[in-house]
Protein backbone atom coordinates (compact mmCIF):
# COMPACT_ATOMS: atom_id res chain seq x y z
CA UNK A 1 0.00 0.00 0.00
CA UNK A 2 3.01 2.45 0.80
CA UNK A 3 4.32 1.95 -2.54
CA UNK A 4 1.50 3.39 -3.98
CA UNK A 5 0.58 6.12 -2.04
CA UNK A 6 4.15 7.24 -2.86
CA UNK A 7 3.49 7.40 -5.75
CA UNK A 8 0.71 8.99 -5.81
CA UNK A 9 1.63 11.49 -3.61
CA UNK A 10 4.47 12.02 -6.00
CA UNK A 11 2.04 12.58 -8.56
CA UNK A 12 0.12 15.26 -6.56
CA UNK A 13 2.83 17.55 -5.20
CA UNK A 14 5.89 17.80 -6.55
CA UNK A 15 7.76 19.01 -3.29
CA UNK A 16 6.29 15.99 -1.53
CA UNK A 17 7.98 13.82 -4.23
CA UNK A 18 11.38 15.46 -3.56
CA UNK A 19 10.74 14.50 0.41
CA UNK A 20 9.58 11.15 -0.40
CA UNK A 21 12.90 10.47 -2.68
CA UNK A 22 15.07 12.07 0.46
CA UNK A 23 13.67 10.23 3.05
CA UNK A 24 12.69 6.66 1.44
CA UNK A 25 9.65 4.83 1.82
CA UNK A 26 7.99 5.25 4.75
CA UNK A 27 8.50 3.45 8.48
CA UNK A 28 5.87 2.19 10.52
CA UNK A 29 5.56 0.90 13.73
CA UNK A 30 3.77 -2.42 14.18
CA UNK A 31 0.34 -2.53 15.59
CA UNK A 32 0.68 -3.62 19.05
CA UNK A 33 -2.74 -5.13 18.96
CA UNK A 34 -4.18 -2.85 21.96
CA UNK A 35 -8.30 -2.38 22.07
CA UNK A 36 -8.48 1.03 20.99
CA UNK A 37 -9.73 1.90 25.23
CA UNK A 38 -6.10 0.20 25.93
CA UNK A 39 -4.44 2.88 23.80
CA UNK A 40 -6.61 5.63 24.86
CA UNK A 41 -6.16 5.60 28.60
CA UNK A 42 -2.31 5.34 27.04
CA UNK A 43 -2.43 8.52 24.97
CA UNK A 44 -4.22 10.21 27.84
CA UNK A 45 -1.36 8.94 30.19
CA UNK A 46 0.90 10.99 27.44
CA UNK A 47 -0.92 14.08 27.30
CA UNK A 48 1.38 17.00 28.04
CA UNK A 49 4.38 15.05 29.53
CA UNK A 50 7.69 13.83 28.22
CA UNK A 51 7.76 9.87 27.47
CA UNK A 52 9.89 8.93 30.31
CA UNK A 53 7.92 10.86 32.42
CA UNK A 54 4.81 9.39 30.77
CA UNK A 55 5.81 5.82 30.55
CA UNK A 56 6.86 5.93 34.36
CA UNK A 57 3.09 7.11 35.13
CA UNK A 58 1.83 4.12 32.94
CA UNK A 59 3.63 2.06 34.28
CA UNK A 60 2.56 2.41 37.95
CA UNK A 61 -0.73 2.63 36.64
CA UNK A 62 -0.25 -0.73 35.53
CA UNK A 63 1.47 -1.71 38.64
CA UNK A 64 -2.20 -1.50 39.88
CA UNK A 65 -4.05 -4.40 38.16
CA UNK A 66 -1.32 -7.00 38.54
CA UNK A 67 -3.53 -9.99 37.56
CA UNK A 68 -3.83 -8.01 33.75
CA UNK A 69 -2.14 -7.52 31.12
CA UNK A 70 -4.40 -4.34 30.95
CA UNK A 71 -7.26 -3.28 33.41
CA UNK A 72 -11.00 -3.96 32.52
CA UNK A 73 -12.90 -1.04 32.39
CA UNK A 74 -14.76 -1.88 35.98
CA UNK A 75 -11.72 -2.37 37.96
CA UNK A 76 -10.31 1.34 36.91
CA UNK A 77 -13.60 2.47 37.78
CA UNK A 78 -13.19 0.93 41.00
CA UNK A 79 -10.09 2.10 42.10
CA UNK A 80 -9.84 4.75 44.17
CA UNK A 81 -8.91 8.22 43.51
CA UNK A 82 -5.94 8.01 45.38
CA UNK A 83 -4.78 4.89 44.06
CA UNK A 84 -4.45 6.79 40.65
CA UNK A 85 -3.48 10.07 42.01
CA UNK A 86 -0.19 8.22 43.42
CA UNK A 87 0.59 6.85 40.40
CA UNK A 88 1.25 10.61 39.48
CA UNK A 89 -1.78 11.31 37.42
CA UNK A 90 -3.27 14.74 37.78
CA UNK A 91 -7.20 15.27 38.51
CA UNK A 92 -8.02 15.96 35.14
CA UNK A 93 -6.04 13.00 34.07
CA UNK A 94 -7.97 10.79 36.43
CA UNK A 95 -11.66 11.86 35.19
CA UNK A 96 -10.67 11.61 31.78
CA UNK A 97 -9.62 7.88 32.27
CA UNK A 98 -12.50 7.13 34.24
CA UNK A 99 -14.32 8.40 31.61
CA UNK A 100 -13.00 6.51 28.35
CA UNK A 101 -13.70 3.30 31.26
CA UNK A 102 -17.42 4.45 31.76
CA UNK A 103 -17.88 4.88 27.88
CA UNK A 104 -16.21 1.59 26.81
CA UNK A 105 -18.47 -0.15 29.25
CA UNK A 106 -21.17 1.90 27.72
CA UNK A 107 -19.92 1.07 24.32
CA UNK A 108 -19.53 4.03 23.07
CA UNK A 109 -15.66 2.84 22.43
CA UNK A 110 -15.45 0.36 20.26
CA UNK A 111 -13.75 -2.70 20.51
CA UNK A 112 -11.52 -3.85 17.43
CA UNK A 113 -14.20 -5.92 14.98
CA UNK A 114 -16.96 -2.79 15.70
CA UNK A 115 -14.26 0.10 15.15
CA UNK A 116 -13.74 -2.12 11.87
CA UNK A 117 -17.06 -1.45 10.04
CA UNK A 118 -17.13 2.16 11.20
CA UNK A 119 -15.48 5.16 8.82
CA UNK A 120 -13.09 8.06 10.19
CA UNK A 121 -15.46 10.46 10.86
CA UNK A 122 -18.17 8.87 12.77
CA UNK A 123 -15.11 7.25 14.69
CA UNK A 124 -13.80 10.71 15.42
CA UNK A 125 -17.32 12.00 16.53
CA UNK A 126 -18.13 9.38 19.01
CA UNK A 127 -14.76 9.41 20.46
CA UNK A 128 -14.52 13.12 20.78
CA UNK A 129 -17.49 13.09 23.55
CA UNK A 130 -15.27 11.58 26.08
CA UNK A 131 -13.96 14.02 28.61
CA UNK A 132 -9.86 14.82 27.68
CA UNK A 133 -10.36 13.62 24.38
CA UNK A 134 -10.09 16.08 21.72
CA UNK A 135 -10.37 15.72 17.39
CA UNK A 136 -6.27 15.33 17.59
CA UNK A 137 -5.92 12.20 19.92
CA UNK A 138 -8.80 10.40 17.59
CA UNK A 139 -7.07 10.99 15.16
CA UNK A 140 -3.54 10.07 16.30
CA UNK A 141 -5.47 6.58 17.38
CA UNK A 142 -6.98 5.85 13.86
CA UNK A 143 -3.16 6.38 12.69
CA UNK A 144 -1.92 4.25 14.79
CA UNK A 145 -4.35 1.52 14.19
CA UNK A 146 -3.67 1.72 10.17
CA UNK A 147 -6.23 3.76 8.44
CA UNK A 148 -4.81 5.02 5.57
CA UNK A 149 -6.41 8.40 5.13
CA UNK A 150 -6.02 10.51 7.96
CA UNK A 151 -4.78 14.11 8.04
CA UNK A 152 -4.47 15.76 11.74
CA UNK A 153 -4.16 19.46 10.40
CA UNK A 154 -4.48 20.36 13.94
CA UNK A 155 -1.16 18.83 14.40
CA UNK A 156 1.84 21.37 14.91
CA UNK A 157 4.38 18.84 13.32
CA UNK A 158 2.30 18.62 10.39
CA UNK A 159 1.50 22.18 9.48
CA UNK A 160 5.48 23.01 10.60
CA UNK A 161 6.83 20.48 7.90
CA UNK A 162 4.30 22.25 4.84
CA UNK A 163 5.50 25.44 5.92
CA UNK A 164 9.38 24.31 6.20
CA UNK A 165 8.73 21.96 2.46
CA UNK A 166 7.55 24.43 0.65
CA UNK A 167 9.64 27.64 2.07
CA UNK A 168 6.73 29.19 3.64
CA UNK A 169 7.13 32.54 6.41
CA UNK A 170 3.95 30.64 8.40
CA UNK A 171 2.57 27.27 8.85
CA UNK A 172 -1.08 26.87 6.91
CA UNK A 173 -3.92 27.30 9.12
CA UNK A 174 -5.79 23.62 9.39
CA UNK A 175 -8.39 24.42 7.38
CA UNK A 176 -6.12 25.71 4.71
CA UNK A 177 -4.30 22.62 4.83
CA UNK A 178 -7.23 20.51 5.07
CA UNK A 179 -8.41 22.46 1.57
CA UNK A 180 -4.60 21.96 0.64
CA UNK A 181 -4.46 17.99 1.35
CA UNK A 182 -7.98 16.65 -0.41
CA UNK A 183 -5.63 15.72 -4.10
CA UNK A 184 -3.53 13.74 -1.41
CA UNK A 185 -6.68 11.29 -0.36
CA UNK A 186 -6.75 8.37 -0.10
CA UNK A 187 -3.40 8.75 1.39
CA UNK A 188 -3.01 11.70 3.86
CA UNK A 189 -1.91 9.40 6.40
CA UNK A 190 1.56 8.63 4.56
CA UNK A 191 1.41 12.72 3.73
CA UNK A 192 1.31 13.20 7.01
CA UNK A 193 4.16 10.99 8.04
CA UNK A 194 6.11 12.50 5.54
CA UNK A 195 5.41 16.21 6.48
CA UNK A 196 6.33 15.10 10.27
CA UNK A 197 9.86 14.10 8.49
CA UNK A 198 10.01 17.40 6.97
CA UNK A 199 9.81 18.83 10.55
CA UNK A 200 12.59 16.36 11.69
CA UNK A 201 14.79 17.44 9.01
CA UNK A 202 15.46 20.90 9.76
CA UNK A 203 15.80 19.83 13.47
CA UNK A 204 18.80 18.42 12.42
CA UNK A 205 20.22 21.14 10.83
CA UNK A 206 22.38 23.14 12.65
CA UNK A 207 22.85 27.07 12.60
CA UNK A 208 26.23 28.28 11.45
CA UNK A 209 28.35 29.46 14.47
Known amino acids: MHRN??????TACPALAGLIARV?????????????YAKLVRAIAHQQLHGRAAETIFGRFLALFPDHDFPPPA???????ADLRACG??????????????KTAEGVVPERPEMAKLDDETLIQRLVTIRGVGRWTVEMLLMDMGRPDILPVDDFGVREGYKLLHGLES????????????PWAPY??????????????????????
Open 89 to 102: FSFSKIAAIRDIAL
Open 171 to 182: QPKPKALAEIGL
Open 5 to 10: AERHLS
Open 75 to 81: LVLERAE
Open 24 to 36: GPRQEKPDDGRSP
Open 188 to 209: RSTAAWYLWRAADEAKKIKPLA
